[in-house]
């Protein structure tokens, strides 16, 4: 059913064939060298499997001093998208109370999808919801 990708301290990647979907799951709060290096790792699998459907669960990094959800939109995912030269959707799972920050902040990216950028993401606070968002788009045959 899933496919291990890789698998450190602080991060574990699978893939799911049947659904052409990458799973990405956060184990702890994380530095910003090892954000950006888990972020690398996805890059890579998703490169490998040619996958532009992403599933990533922080809510086990409560410390989110370093998320860098700024750094991801603006310059990891569109570089991803290119990269990849298919469409590229992104459902982050998170904890409740950084949903609710993040669509105090900026409530079209918290809930939706911003039309300008050269992707789609959503955070959602249930893993069931997430992956139904992505299982409209995400099929082998892509």
């Known amino acids: ?30 530095t910003e060298e090892q954000l950006r290096e888990g972020y690398e790792t996805m890059r890579q699998a998703a490169l490998h499997h040619r996958c532009g459907c992403w599933q ?18 603006t310059q990891f995912l569109p570089q991803v998208q290119q990269e990849l030269a298919c469409p590229l959707r992104v459902a982050f799972l998170v904890l409740p109370d950084h949903y609710q920050e993040a669509e105090a902040a900026n409530p079209s990216q918290a809930s939706g999808f911003d039309a300008a950028t050269p992707f789609q993401f959503v955070r959602f606070t249930d ?3 997430a992956h139904a ?10």
Not at 6 to 29: D, I, K, M, Q
Not at 56 to 73: K, L, Q, T
């Open 1 to 30: 059913m899933y496919q291990n990708f890789a698998t450190t301290a602080f991060l574990h990647v699978l893939y799911r064939p049947y659904s052409n979907e990458l799973v990405g799951r956060w184990l702890c709060s994380v």
């Open 56 to 73: 990533i669960d922080s809510r086990r990094r409560p410390d989110r001093r370093h998320n860098g959800p700024e750094w991801v939109v």
């Open 127 to 129: 893993e069931g919801a």
């Open 133 to 142: 968002w992505l299982s409209q788009y995400c099929r082998y045959d892509q």
